[in-house]
Structures are given as structure tokens and as C-alpha cells.
């Protein structure tokens, strides 16, 4: 038995020596939309794949700079930045869908004075300062008959939910429900939850999404193939385990509130395939569609080719 081991052991150690460094740039901090690359990285997926993956937070420069640059060989990025960056000429691709239906959406505190869009008017919006974001709140007001004009938006950056809404600064705001929504239910703090998917289908979209360059995909195809068998089995694991996936989440960033992450994991868990035929999956239709109102919207100068934004051919 114990000559066993210290074969195994040999044999990884060998297999760490001639793995081939990847680096994979998060859109955020992490957080459990992240969760299944750190369990590939944890459990010896990635290794087993010949990987050496390096998780990394993006600073001067985004995912979509670094993986269009080649400075990262993949990235986690949005639709809506995919279908922009691809508008503007950079050659980057969606390579798979980390949860399958758009989960964001928007909040404000119960008994606040807001029952609906219309309610919005009058009222104090939290923004960090996109255009799109800008334009989308537009886009859903008009849609309910109230008037975009009377919403008085308060540029607060990445300022969090509650510390905005608890201190009176704005009075709603766009929130991810798989993180600010299951923590207003950890913190006790009842809130109203009007889901982006639910308003109109041209919102359900993928949000967020691995990204990698074309180039990569060009000259290293059979890597790109690798890197998403391990983070599909990282996904599995999470979507089967959620309790022990936040447990190796934790593990890399201990700063994190452990209470949140592993509701926050539990909820995610049936989100991240959903209804999909398995876990990354990408429909042109869902990228045509918000393309098309990106480009309606004036965001897109003209429109692109949608099935060169995304490809579901190096999934497992």
C-alpha cells in the first residue's frame, strides 16, 4: 500500500512539472458564480487535464482586455460585454454559459413606497454608472407606462445593497438574487425582488460566461477542450455537493460571510444547468436577441454575427 502512494505521489509531482500554466481572469471578486474553478482547481481536475491554472481578480485592465490580448488564456466575462467587445473588433469568445438563465434583476427593502415599476418614479436608483444600465431602466419603465425622467440615479460605484439601501442613500437597485437576494434572507432583511428574465425574454441572457480569444481557440484547440472538461466537472461537483463546493470556495477566500456562501451555493446549485441538456450550453437565439435591442438600443453600431460570439464546440 504504501509503495501505492508514493507512486501516485511520484506521479503527480511529474505531472505538476510539465503541466501547462493557464491563467483565468474573474470579472469580480470571487464569489459563487466563481465556485466551480476553484473546486477543478482544488480536486485535481485541472491537473489531471496536464493544467496548472491560475485563478486571478482582474485590476487595471478587464477579462475582456486581458484574454483579447492574450495576456490571459481565459476570462469571466458577460454577454452583454462579449456582444460590445465583439462590436468593437475584439476577437473574444463566450466558451460556455456559468449559469444558464440570467438570475439578476431588480431590489429595494419591503415597505419602502415601491410596488411596482411605476413606483420607481421619484425614487433614488443605485447605478455604477453604465450606459446600458442607464438604457435597460429606460427600456423596462416605458414598458409599464411610468416615466424614465423621474428616476434620480446616484452614481455609488460598487458600493454593496444594504449598506446603499439601510443608510438611505439610493432606494433600489440591480442585483445579482444569487448573492445580495439569498443574503437578505441570511441577514433577516426582507426585500422585493423584480427578476430581469421575468420583465421581458430579451433579458435572459447569459450572465456571467467563460470567455476565451480566437486566436487560442485557433492554435490551441485540444487546451481550450481540456480547460472546460475540468471546469465542467467542477460544475458537476458544485451542483451535486453545493455544501462542500462552498467549503473549497471559502478555502480561497476566507474573507467571505460563510453563512452566505453556502446558501448562496445551495440556490446556485439548481441554477447553474437549469433546464439545459448539460452545464455550459449556449442558444443563438438568447445571443440574437439581446444583440438585436443592443443594437436597436444604439449600443451596437451595426449588428454582428452572432454565431461567431459564442460556440458550444469545446464543451465536454
Not at 489531471?48 to 475582456?64: C, F, H, N, W, Y
Not at 437578505?184 to 441572457?205: A, H, R, T, W
Not at 490551441?220 to 463546493?245: C, N, S
Not at 451596437?300 to 469545446?314: H, P, Q, R, S, Y
Amino acid at each position: 500500500m504504501k509503495r501505492l502512494i508514493f507512486i501516485a505521489m511520484f506521479l503527480i509531482s511529474v505531472l505538476a512539472l510539465f503541466a501547462e500554466e493557464v491563467t483565468v481572469v474573474l470579472d469580480w471578486y470571487p464569489n459563487t458564480n466563481h465556485t466551480g474553478l476553484y473546486v477543478a482547481k482544488d480536486l485535481g481536475f485541472y491537473r489531471e487535464e496536464g493544467l496548472d491554472v491560475k485563478i486571478v481578480q482582474p485590476s487595471r485592465l478587464t477579462a475582456e482586455q486581458l484574454v483579447a490580448s492574450g495576456k490571459a488564456e481565459f476570462g469571466v466575462s458577460y454577454q452583454e460585454a462579449v456582444t460590445l467587445s465583439r462590436g468593437e473588433g475584439m476577437p473574444i469568445v463566450s466558451i460556455a454559459a456559468i449559469i444558464q438563465h440570467n438570475t439578476s434583476g431588480f431590489a429595494w427593502l419591503k415597505d419602502e413606497g415601491i410596488k411596482s415599476v411605476k413606483d420607481w418614479e421619484g425614487k433614488r436608483y443605485g447605478s455604477w454608472g453604465s450606459p446600458i444600465e442607464k438604457a435597460t431602466i429606460e427600456y423596462i419603465m416605458r414598458k409599464y407606462g411610468a416615466d424614465p425622467s423621474k428616476v434620480i440615479f446616484v452614481n455609488v460605484g460598487q458600493m454593496d445593497f444594504f449598506a446603499g439601501t439601510l443608510n438611505d442613500v439610493f432606494d433600489f437597485a440591480w442585483i445579482f438574487y444569487g448573492w445580495d437576494g439569498v443574503a437578505s434572507k441570511v441577514k433577516g432583511i426582507e426585500i422585493e425582488f423584480l427578476p430581469l428574465k421575468d420583465i421581458d425574454e430579451v433579458f435572459d441572457y447569459y450572465t456571467p460566461v467563460l470567455i476565451t480569444s480566437e486566436s487560442l481557440m485557433k492554435q490551441k484547440p485540444d487546451l481550450v477542450r481540456r480547460f472546460l472538461r475540468a471546469t465542467a466537472k467542477g460544475y458537476e461537483y458544485a451542483i451535486q455537493h453545493p455544501v462542500e463546493a462552498a467549503k473549497i470556495l471559502l478555502k480561497y477566500a476566507p474573507e467571505l460571510d460563510e453563512k452566505i456562501v453556502v446558501e448562496s451555493q445551495k440556490y446556485l446549485a439548481g441554477q447553474y444547468k437549469a433546464d439545459a441538456e448539460k452545464w455550459g450550453y449556449q442558444k443563438e437565439e438568447v445571443w440574437r436577441r439581446y444583440a438585436e435591442w443592443l443594437h436597436s438600443m444604439g449600443f451596437l453600431k451595426e449588428m454582428i454575427d452572432v454565431t461567431k460570439a459564442f460556440t458550444n464546440e469545446f464543451l465536454p
